[in-house]
């Protein structure tokens, strides 16, 4: 046992030497669970989004990454999905629905710049993409939340009325900052349908 | 809001985490990674911050890469790589392919000084586990034709960091990388001597090393959704210069860790908030395999964790009860005969008073029995209450528990011989079958049972049992505790019937045979060493 100790105060002096050279690695693996169950749209399985979500905490967090390239183009049709149905050309859902909040959320951020097209052709075109994603046989997962919620539309109008129910408790600064994104993409997919 | 339904909570829990993903993605896209093709099958992603640094310095050889088009993939080669994902997927070879893309990365050097040169690593392997402790990895042992040592693919990636890049840990958050996944990947025969574990030189930690999913606490919404919410502080980094913890636990994570030495109780506290520590502890529980050492220590978490080990049993409370306290939050059982009594606090004025979940921990031997477990503070007239709230933290394990409790008292009753299992075969059933069985005050014995996949049930029906077939049953759980060999569980009626022995397995025969030269020949080294060493000496006189 001596042995050992000794062996572990070496290695503790190696990280002093070296604490400037620490470079960290995130691994990120991924499995077929997610393509499998892409293949089959009535089974919902969290595990899939979670992969993704991890993924993007590493790369939100800086880190240097190897991952499978199979959970970047999950990553990627996430995006695809989320720039075609849920907010495109930077928030147009929220200038269509909540225009006062979205001057608000311009004013904050120059970066978001006003759409001058949140019309039906928008909606028509993501529908398409969302069939060409949903009609591709090694599609991943991310879209299935949004269909099953989109089947359940009592559901989802109950989540709405919940939310909504719960951002009025709140006070109004907290009521803007972070219910209002949710409830805005809630009200939209609600009218769509 | 109580009144949410559990459709509607789910259905929220997705929404948000795809509007986080989306808010992400937008912020890292403009942090300007560069993305690496390292094989055709794994990419190294640089953040903007690291791209000026050399290869020595990074540690990596990735100057040489082909750039990867993250974003701009053509459809059809994306279906061609889910397509090659999910072969390896069904082929179980994700674990050889990480393994070339770690020698593709691997700097090679000439001497020593060079490999001084290069950075220590702080290694995070995330990802899910489902029959192995990273899915996809294969754990199985395969001998190799010329050394004739018997290897996986986990433990050759687990050697080649050890040997041949510089690490300084490993950290593996999966879900439950313990118990009998602990057994079969690195092949433990004994708790305090295992050749594949102590070869390891750097710390090997397990997030979420105990029973139940890991809950991916940093990334996703957990359970209270409507109290906690960390996704929408996520979905703020849009908006707001708010931080989420989970944006930032890797950060910390290897911040703790670069600290000298390694803060590894600040680490663990990263995965646990003290406020529902009831609920995230089992899950997330973090063990320790220290450098060269045999076994896996699990972290002791100040004020809300009791261990009773065995030294405990045999000097510290031997004769005399035990009591838990009103703040403890989860016992680790890590003895597997409790003979003193084991009374349980509880403050009765806190509304949220429940009783702590009961973890066993010894992986070696799952067999456990309590002389008396004490809840004096509990008005429970049934068994059922009392031994789900300890004992729900065992879902979905589907490896073989038993834990008897010879008296269990309540401040109403007292019940006999009970007894608590999971992932134990019974006739009749395909399933592997957890539940739990006793005796009553009149001599009649009940039990109930429900697959071990499933979650645990709050209300179970119990159907009568043979009372002498449990007591026999109870003796050979006592026996199992007591004795160092585990209990062959392949079908509870025929273990009851006549307890087998199972010979050594071949593999492991051959393992302890490799192990017992490997000794010799580091012995006939020292003698050699110490010969010189002695010729030296005489020359110096």
Known sequence: MKMKASYLLLLFAHSVYASDLVTNLVIVNDVSESIENSMQPNRINNLDLTMITELTSALFSQQLVLCPKSLLISLQNAIELWNFFAIKDELLIMQKYDPDYFAKMQQMNPEIISSNDPDAQAIDDVDAEMRDIHDSPYSPLPYYPFMMMIHNVKTLQATYVELNQLAQQKDDAEKNRSWRPYLQLLKRILLDY | ?541
């Open chain 2, 1 to 541: 809001m109580e009144a949410l339904s559990a459709v509607v909570k789910k259905n929220t829990l997705r929404l948000l985490n795809m509007f986080s993903l989306y808010c992400n993605v937008q912020i890292i896209k403009a942090s300007n990674y560069l993305f690496k093709e390292v094989t055709s099958e794994f990419v190294l992603c640089i953040p903007h911050h690291m791209q000026h640094l050399s290869q020595i310095q990074l540690g990596l050889a990735y100057e040489k890469l082909r750039k990867f088009p993250f974003l701009v993939v053509p459809k059809v080669e994306k279906q061609l790589i889910l397509q090659e994902a999910k072969k390896i997927d069904e082929a179980e070879s994700l674990g050889k392919k990480l393994l070339e893309a770690l020698q593709v990365l691997q700097i090679i050097v000439q001497d020593d000084q060079a490999w001084n040169q290069l950075p220590l690593f702080n290694i995070f392997i995330d990802g899910h586990g489902l029959y192995t402790i990273t899915a996809g990895i294969s754990t199985t042992l395969e001998k190799d034709e010329k050394t004739g040592i018997a290897s996986s693919d986990y433990l050759r990636i687990l050697d080649y960091l050890n040997n041949h890049i510089r690490t300084k840990s490993l950290t593996i958050s999966s879900c439950y990388p313990s118990g009998q996944k602990l057994i079969d990947s690195f092949n433990l025969t004994s708790k305090w001597h295992n050749v594949y574990l102590e070869k390891i030189r750097y710390p090997l930690i397990m997030v979420g090393s105990l029973y139940g999913p890991t809950s991916m606490a940093w990334s996703k919404p957990r359970v209270n959704v409507y109290e906690e919410f960390p996704q929408f502080y996520t979905a703020q980094k849009l908006y707001s210069p708010q931080k989420n913890k989970g944006m930032t636990l890797f950060s910390d994570c290897f911040a703790f860790l670069n600290e000298t030495p390694a803060n590894f109780e600040k680490f663990s506290s990263l995965f646990v908030s003290t406020e529902n520590a009831n609920v995230d502890l089992p899950q997330n529980y973090i063990s320790i395999k220290f450098p060269y050492a045999s076994w896996f220590s699990f972290v002791h978490y100040k004020d809300i964790v009791k261990s009773i080990s065995a030294i405990d049993m045999a000097a510290k409370y031997r004769n005399k009860p035990m009591l838990i306290a009103d703040k403890i939050q989860i016992i680790l059982l890590g003895a597997n005969v409790i003979t003193s009594s084991i009374v349980i606090s509880r403050d009765t004025s806190d509304e949220k008073v429940s009783l702590p979940y009961i973890l066993p921990i010894n992986y070696h031997n799952q067999n456990y029995f309590f002389n008396e477990i004490a809840l004096p503070h509990d008005q429970s007239e049934t068994v059922q209450a009392p031994i789900i709230n300890m004992f729900s933290a065992l879902i979905q394990v589907e490896e073989p528990i038993a834990i008897v409790i010879k008296k269990l008292t309540t401040a109403i009753k007292t019940f006999d011989n009970v007894v608590i299992f999971t992932g134990l075969p019974w006739e009749g059933y395909d399933d592997l079958q957890t539940g739990y069985a006793y005796i009553d005050h009149d001599g009649n014995a009940f039990r109930a049972h429900w697959p071990s996949s499933k979650w645990i049930r709050r209300v179970v029906s119990e159907q009568p049992y043979d009372a002498v077939a449990l007591k026999s049953w109870i003796e050979i759980i006592e026996q199992s505790a007591h004795a160092t060999s585990v209990t062959d569980y392949s079908s509870v009626d025929q273990m009851l019937a006549a307890k087998k022995t199972k010979p050594m397995p071949e593999m492991v025969k051959q393992s302890k045979l490799q192990h017992l030269k490997e000794q010799q020949a580091a012995r006939s080294i020292q003698k050699t060493y110490r010969k010189k060493q002695g010729n030296k000496k005489t020359l110096q006189r």
